[in-house]
């Protein structure tokens, strides 16, 4: 059945939609990019009816609508975690198996044995939800969504946190997929744009700018106007770091850990692993899904718990000789799936910003007259002065991310760890951090340690790689360095 939007005004407590004419064909599959705010989210409310429709109509009714998007991955996380039962058993609860999780929305055996092959998961079947990478855990949500036997799909980024050969994958099931299941592929990036769907709709802050196909948005002057708004925006963005520089004086190494190795019952996530940094050095990390890269990251901040049985000096100390988390974090800046995903407490959008002075995840002290007018100024220059008083659970995931990033640099970190920040960003959000990264590096502001899997994401003043390949002959990962400095 077809879908029609006539002068339709929709609306729920945080957003309004607005769709002036758009007809969605049941063998159509339609890409949807939106200029500022997020949009996924909205459209599937509005398709499964629970949009307050104010003015207009929307005719034809799609069936059972599925949304694949990292804010629904983070409500299933959050699911997890108060499910944890690790205090009743003699280890660490990894959350419900992969194999659990699809099966429990679908009574059907091989239909779930069927989307775990399909979507390259049979190796991850028994493993917890809550210990896959952020790209497994995509691929995961997908099939649960699948496995629910919609009329109709919405994806919200689906590509994002995928490595390339998962992604090029991905692209061609959904190919094979609209054939049989109407859907909303909802992209932020141009190279995200599948070049099997020769409909887009183009949508700025929740109302529907214009329709075309392929052709004409290959050559539409949106992303090019759209770089130079956020280079100028940028260049604010670097101004107001500037003027609160400051810097840390630390002897080489800043971090160094030797024959490192994470490990758990049932495998080997790295091990042998010899890595430096020194002053002055930004790192990118690379690697495909499920590599280690997080983990390593968690080792550098502190947070796995296995940074202590490793020999690892940072910042001039020996971890394990008595330092506190605490003197480590103050030196550190993080921006990650894992932080996002901890950030569940009900404080304002003002106060994440201001818990970067304080390392904590939300506010619990009074912060000075000083970091409150710093904070401001943030808010101010990301374009969200107005919800400075909002609870960050009640934003866009996006509006989220932007305020964790601001979190992460408002203190100015030795070391700046990045691990996907862009995740959920529109593109407007993406471009400008990406830009900011780029001259932080640049003046050595901090010093970054960054991963993506995207190669359009590569920050030019990055020159030394640190990449987990897959070797034959352990069946586990190792690293390859390629310095530049």
């Known amino acids: 059945m077809d879908i029609k939007f006539q002068q339709l005004e929709a609306f729920d407590d945080n957003a309004k939609l607005q769709i002036n004419s758009w007809v969605i064909k049941h063998n159509q599959p339609w890409a949807v990019f939106s200029i500022e705010g997020d949009i996924a989210e909205l459209l599937s409310e509005l398709l499964s009816k629970k949009l307050t429709i104010s003015a207009g109509t929307m005719s034809g009714h799609p069936g059972k609508v599925e949304l694949v998007s990292l804010t629904q991955q983070q409500r299933l996380l959050e699911e997890e975690i108060a ?5 009743f058993i ?87 997929l609209s054939a049989s299941l109407p859907m909303l592929i909802c992209f932020s990036r141009e190279e995200d744009h599948p070049d099997w769907v020769d409909n887009i709709a183009l949508f700025n802050k929740g109302e529907l700018s214009e329709l075309m196909d392929k052709s004409s948005w290959d050559n539409h002057p949106v992303i090019k106007q759209l770089k130079a708004q956020s280079s100028a925006h940028s260049e604010e963005m670097l101004t107001l770091i500037r003027r609160h520089q400051h810097s840390s004086h630390f002897e080489n190494p800043i971090f160094e850990i030797s024959n490192g190795k994470v490990a758990y019952t049932d495998k080997t996530i790295f091990s042998d692993l010899n890595w430096r940094i020194n002053k002055g050095q930004h790192w990118q990390i690379k690697g495909p899904n499920g590599c280690g890269k997080s983990t390593l990251l968690g080792l550098i901040f502190g947070d796995h718990p296995q940074c202590y049985s490793n020999d690892i000096q940072i910042f001039g100390k020996q971890r394990g000789s008595g330092e506190t988390i605490w003197e480590i974090k103050k030196n550190i800046g993080m921006v990650s799936s894992s932080l996002h995903l901890q950030y569940r407490v009900s404080c304002s959008a003002l106060d994440v910003i201001l818990s970067g002075f304080y390392d904590s995840i939300g506010l619990y002290q009074q912060a000075t007259a000083a970091e409150i007018a710093i904070a401001h100024e943030w808010l101010t220059m990301l374009h969200m002065s107005d ?11 996006g509006q989220q991310r932007l305020l964790l990033v601001a979190r992460a640099i408002v203190k100015q970190p030795t070391l700046l760890i990045l691990d996907e920040p862009y995740q959920g960003l529109d593109y407007l959000g993406r471009r400008l951090v990406k830009n900011a990264l780029e001259l932080i590096a640049r003046e050595n502001l901090s010093q970054l340690l960054y991963v993506s899997h995207y190669q359009a994401d590569s920050l030019k003043s990055i020159k030394n790689y640190l990449e987990f390949v897959f070797d034959d002959q352990s069946q586990g990962y190792i690293t390859q360095q390629d310095q530049g400095n």
């Open 83 to 87: 499910n944890d039962d690790s205090e």
């Open 90 to 176: 003699d280890r660490i609860d990894a959350g419900s198996s992969v194999y659990a999780l699809i099966q429990q929305h679908c009574d059907d055996h091989l239909v779930a044995e069927h989307l775990i092959e399909e979507l390259d998961l049979h190796n991850l079947k028994e493993s917890g939800f809550r210990v896959l990478s952020t790209g497994e855990t995509r691929r995961v949500m997908l099939a649960i969504a699948l496995a629910a036997k919609p009329d109709f799909l919405v994806l919200d980024d689906p590509f994002t946190g995928l490595d390339i050969e998962h992604r090029k994958t991905l692209s061609n099931y959904l190919h094979k």
């Open 387 to 397: 919800v400075a008083q909002t609870s960050f659970k009640q934003l866009e995931y």
